[in-house]
């Protein structure tokens, strides 16, 4: 975090909750030392009752994580870490970041750290730019690129959002010719051995603080249809990216400024038709419990979830009370209508990071593991093994080697 490099942290520089800096900073000078550092572990750890978490390097690079899950545990909690399955994550950043063998090492080292058994790594959404901007436009990457750097059963491997993405961006008419290209090539890609397509960028802000680029495809194009077909006979799931506008509405304050449209058009009803004619294929819609708008509430999820048994939901955590869109508080606690929501339908969510492994991002996600350690406290047991892990290996076929 020492961007500046003159040995401390600032508070402009800290990445962590600011209440973790003010704990940290004893000599309250407003700046982070190591010695301040090196003596808040030390304390830390000397106080901590679970022997795995004594033992292990993993945790002196997660300081926090299951440290203030006591007071909101759930009953017949042991204190354990769960070890999980991390169903969304990415290799390098934006299109400027894209060192993919970087990514990869960097991932297996992390990953223990962050007790993520697998990890699925997608390519991210590629969309189409207008030729006028073409030519600034990067290469399209896809499952091919990544496979490629990849040398671990660890990681496991999505693809899709670059060559298919392509087509999908594309016109809505389309022939019976590029219709059968399309098909060959989703079949193509699921005999090759992905374990998810996507990530398929359908509604897609773009955010100030990754650089990514606006991007739509038509709930109703034809070839997200055959994509939906391949992928049920191929029992592979589709993640996507769906940032849900349930009515029409103006842009979020927090979104403009970065090629988003000001009007924003309801989607909802388009999705769950999508959601309806693809009865038999999963969908994985990534980013459940994140706050990037205030749409996507408990409750519209359990509507979803309720009507559409072919739907599933991947949960990336923000501290971002009190929008609820926001599964935690600002505190880590999780809120009760989210609580009963993973409850209520325990077969039905995964983790997904987000997590950008080699890219200049990749510290930002350490925390999102915290979380994770502390949204799994907070549910029944048999409930957050099955969050961890066990939906993943049984949504994804992680059971094959790639
Ligand atoms: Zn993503």
Known sequence: ??????????????????????????????????????????????????????????????????????????PGYDGSVYEIIDTHVHLGGGPKQRNF?????EALSKMPERHVAIAIVLPTPQVVLPTAQKRNSQKRYDYSELRRVNHSD?????GGAGILGKMLHGSETVSLEQRDSFRDLTQSLAEEGIVAFGEIGLYHFALPQIGNKFGSVPLNHPLLDVLGDVAAKAGIPIDVHFDVVPRNSSLPKQLAGVGNPGYLKANLAQF????????????VWAHAGLEVTSFRTARLCADLLQRHNNLYMSIRLTRGAPKPSAAMDTSGQLKNEWKQLFTRFPDR???GSESMYGSSMSSLFDHQFVLY??????????????????????????????
Not at 17 to 22: E, I
Not at 43 to 48: L, T
């Open 1 to 74: 975090m020492d961007s500046d490099g003159d040995g401390r942290i600032s508070q402009d520089e800290w990445l962590r909750p600011p209440q973790a800096f003010k704990r940290i900073d004893r000599d309250k000078d407003s700046f982070v030392t190591v010695e301040e550092l090196r003596e808040f572990t030390k304390k830390r750890f000397s106080g901590q009752k679970n022997s795995r978490m004594n033992s292990g390097e993993s945790v002196g690079a997660n300081p926090e994580l299951n440290s203030d899950v006591d007071a909101t545990a759930s």
């Open 101 to 105: 063998a970087a990514g990869a090492s």
């Open 154 to 158: 660890r990681i496991r491997i999505g």
């Open 272 to 283: 769950e038709q999508f959601l309806s004619r693809n009865r038999k294929t999963k969908i």
């Open 349 to 351: 969510f995964v983790l």
């Open 373 to 402: 350690q502390k949204l799994l406290a907070q549910l029944p047991p048999a409930v957050a093994r099955k969050i961890a892990s066990e939906n993943a290996l049984a949504i994804y076929p992680l059971g094959g080697s790639q």
